[in-house]
């Protein structure tokens, strides 16, 4: 099985090449569009691969991996949204998914509804860096440094900023806090 890596470069003169990028990370840029402007992702993510196929031979691996550049080109595309139109409310963009499981998952939609309002806010008052990094490492399972490639800042430099805002969120939310956001750095 090719790497992403080998798959880029090889598009280059084989177009075919390209489409098992497309089928490896398509859901989980899906997944990144779809929580941060949910009626626009799917889009989002046409343009996204039009754009990342566009701009294939731009793809520098001493940067990182391919996935973080897919990631980097999805935040493009969604700034370019966002700034094509009104920029949605803090709340619509972090606005979480339902649980298929109505019984196991009831306490826990209930508590996260509690603590909702107050997360909002708080990722709200973060600086936009860091709420990047840490939703990029939270909700889209990227490693810390493939989201410092993300948003374009050494990776000793996405760690720090991590930390301070995870220790915010920690202040704010009390033991109510996900661990999915509040965890250490692994």
Same mark, same amino acid.
């Given at each position: 099985?090719?790497? *992403? ?6 598009? #280059? ?17 899906? !997944? ?10 799917? *889009? ?12 294939? !031979? ?5 940067? #990182? ?6 990631? !980097? ?114």
């Amino acid at each position: 099985m090719a790497t *992403d890596e080998e798959l880029l470069a090889r598009s #280059g003169t084989d177009a075919s090449a390209f489409e098992p990028l497309v089928e490896r990370h398509s859901r989980a840029l899906h !997944g990144y569009f779809a929580r941060r402007a949910p009626g626009a992702a799917d *889009d989002l993510l046409a343009e996204a691969w039009l754009r990342a196929y566009a701009g294939r !031979g731009t793809y520098d691996a001493a940067r #990182g991996p391919v996935r973080a550049w897919l990631f !980097g080109v999805a935040r493009n595309v969604l700034a370019a949204h966002w700034r094509g139109q009104e920029r949605p409310a803090a709340a619509a963009a972090l606005a979480g998914e339902a649980s298929s499981d109505p019984w196991n998952a009831v306490d826990r939609r209930l508590d996260a509804a509690a603590v909702a309002p107050l997360m909002r806010r708080t990722l709200a008052e973060l600086p936009a860096v860091e709420r990047e990094l840490l939703l990029l490492i939270a909700w889209e399972q990227l490693s810390p440094t493939e989201a410092a490639a993300v948003v374009g800042v050494p990776a000793g430099t996405a760690r720090s900023r991590l930390h301070r805002a995870r220790t915010r969120l920690r202040a704010a939310l009390g033991p109510s806090a996900p661990l999915s956001l509040t965890g250490d750095l692994a």
